[in-house]
């Protein structure tokens, strides 16, 4: 796969937008480790799976406590960090998810809300220099009930290069 031209590895690279299908080819070879660095373009899906790996800790007695310590916003930081060129960016909370009721307890969290401005705040003004679009679909029902400061955000980090369009459903 190294040996194949580099307009071809990123015209391939570039049809994948998942990322995490993004992530599992880039460790296939060097070549598309290099060209997954200059993806225009991402979504983010976040999963049941990764809501409750973050309401239940890991527990760090067990010998895989390891594997899974890395939190979904942590892994969002770190990848949408490395791009350079990323143009377009969908994070998305999945359907079963965003209908999915918060206890009360728990619903002021910030967790595993994907437009909390603390977490916007780390990883926009990398990915801000480039981006035109930006979609985040975060949870419903809670989503709505909560104040945000992401447009806010948005515009500090972003110099006008996103277009009026930019989306925020279930948030704003």
């Not at 200059?38 to 976040?46: C, T």
Request: aromatic share 4%; glycine share 4%.
């Amino acid at each position: 796969m190294d040996n194949l031209p580099l307009d071809i590895v990123d015209e391939i690279i570039n049809h994948v937008e998942d990322a995490r299908d993004i992530a599992k080819l880039s460790v296939t070879c060097k070549s598309f480790q290099e060209a997954g660095y200059d993806i225009r373009s991402m979504h983010v899906k976040v999963l049941n799976e990764d809501h409750e790996r973050v309401r239940n800790p890991v527990d760090m007695s067990s010998p895989n406590s390891g594997l899974e310590s890395r939190n979904l916003k942590d892994t969002v930081v770190n990848i949408t960090s490395k791009r350079r060129c990323l143009k377009q960016l969908c994070i998305e909370v999945e359907p079963r998810l965003q209908s999915k009721e918060v206890p009360e307890n728990e619903g002021q969290k910030t967790d595993f809300w994907m437009s909390d401005p603390y977490f916007v705040r780390k990883w926009l003004p990398r990915a801000g220099a480039t981006l035109q679009h930006l979609c985040i679909v975060d949870y419903g029902k809670q989503a709505m009930m909560r104040r945000s400061s992401i447009l806010n955000i948005v515009s500090e980090n972003c110099v006008g290069a996103i277009k009026p369009a930019c989306m925020l459903r279930g948030h704003v």
